[in-house]
């Protein structure tokens, strides 16, 4: 049995990947486990050890010292300790070791399924605690299978699961076709570790850029803000770290070649790269681009931006369903409504059939001499002569 214990433990160390210590102490705890169901008790403590180069099991029991035992499983007489050890008093724990004849085989025997099973949750640990690290990570990986929908993907150690609503709408994908995946979360189950990938998470943007834009890892320019609807539109907030650098055309590259390589691993989505701003009014006319904004104004109470675009602008700043305008509110966390330059003409109109205020100051009020005369020169034109006053009369 000892060479068969090495040469077991030396076959799944390599077929499973795993360390050979973990698998030494999982079959540790499965042989203290057998020798209690069929040599001792339960409640007993025992433990195993192998040794290392034979591979030969040493069992050692532990019992307490007293003067008449009860439970002979947990308990040893004063004079049967001192035979295991020189000097043992009543009250002391003492450990010792016992083979009993037989062990071996039975042990072998017994042990077997608990081994599987606990080689098995060794693994699984493993796997989680591996992969439980890359949360909110990108990984690639190649489609193992599609059922109903959802896609499993391999990982190398482990099988992703990419859930129809992860997946890019319209995407199609095939068996062996290898893919970026966003690593959403990875939960431990009685079935082992389940991760959990995305295709539509705005994670995936941000990798897909640091990919392409070396300038990122450098330092010198850094996305700030992602709002993206999977497959349709994404728009990505950039800023410059360092004077002189143009973070939009660093992020679009030469000819558009970065930005165009980020949009082919997503299915052709469009990008609208935004350049960051500090000042909420300036950040919210960038990501409302390309329409032209006439000007935003900001409650910040409510969180409400009222922006006014020119009519024929209209639509474009609301985009498709309203796509481009909901994004542009994701994008920089305010609540966008969109007026058009008509309904602030009619306000500037309402604003001018008011009567002015009173001018204050000390320079000359030319309209109020303006209208004065006026009103003298029709005055004089409807007014009847001094001649003709005194020829009627």
């Known amino acids: ?23 030494i102490e999982t079959v540790e705890a499965a042989l203290a486990a057998a020798y209690k169901k069929d040599y001792g008790d339960k409640d007993q403590e025992v433990r195993v050890e192998l040794d290392q180069e034979t591979g030969e099991p040493h069992v050692y029991v532990s019992k307490e010292v007293v003067t008449a035992p009860e439970n002979e ?7 049967a300790a001192q035979a295991h050890r020189r000097g043992a008093k009543v009250g002391e724990t ?83 076709q290898r893919l970026k995946v966003y690593v959403v979360r990875v939960e431990q189950t009685t079935r082992g570790p389940q991760i959990v990938l995305s295709r539509a998470h705005p994670g995936l943007v941000r990798h897909l850029f640091s990919l392409e ?41 030469g000819r558009g070649s970065r930005v165009q390589a980020v949009m082919s691993e997503l299915g052709e989505e469009k990008i609208d790269i935004i350049l960051y701003s500090e000042d909420a009014q300036a950040f919210i006319t960038n990501a409302l681009s390309p329409t032209k904004v006439i000007n935003v104004t900001l409650d910040d109470g409510t969180g409400k931006a009222v ?18 305008v909901r994004l542009a509110a994701k994008l920089t966390g305010w609540n966008i409504d969109i007026t058009s330059a008509d309904e602030s003409r009619v306000e500037a109109a309402a604003e001018a059939a008011d009567p002015a205020p009173p001018r204050r100051g000390k320079g000359p009020d030319l309209e109020g001499s303006l209208i004065q005369a006026v009103n003298q020169q029709a005055a004089g034109e409807t007014a009847p002569s001094e001649p003709e006053q005194n020829a009627s009369s």
């Open 73 to 79: 499983f947990l308990q040893i007489s004063k004079k």
């Open 307 to 324: 922006v006014k675009v020119p009519e024929d602008q209209l639509s474009l700043a609301i985009g498709k369903q309203g796509q481009n």
């Open 1 to 23: 049995m000892p060479s068969q214990f090495l040469a077991a433990i030396n076959q799944m160390s390599d077929e499973k990947g795993l360390p050979r210590e973990i698998i």
């Open 94 to 176: 003492i450990e010792y070791e016992d083979n009993p004849e037989g062990f071996g085989r039975v042990a072998a025997q017994t042990a077997k399924q608990v081994i599987i099973q606990r080689i098995r949750e060794a693994e699984r640990e493993i796997v989680f605690s591996e992969y439980k690290d890359k949360e909110d990570m990108v990984l690639g990986g190649v489609v193992q299978r599609i059922e109903g929908g959802t896609v499993y993907v391999d990982l190398g150690k482990a099988v992703g699961i990419l859930f129809s609503s992860e997946q890019i709408p319209g995407e199609r994908t095939y068996m062996g």
């Open 213 to 253: 834009v070396p300038e990122i890892e450098a330092g010198s320019v850094r996305i700030r803000e992602v709002a993206r609807e999977a497959g349709v539109r994404t728009k990505i907030a950039v800023e410059s770290t360092v004077d002189g650098v143009d973070a939009v055309g660093t992020f679009v590259g």
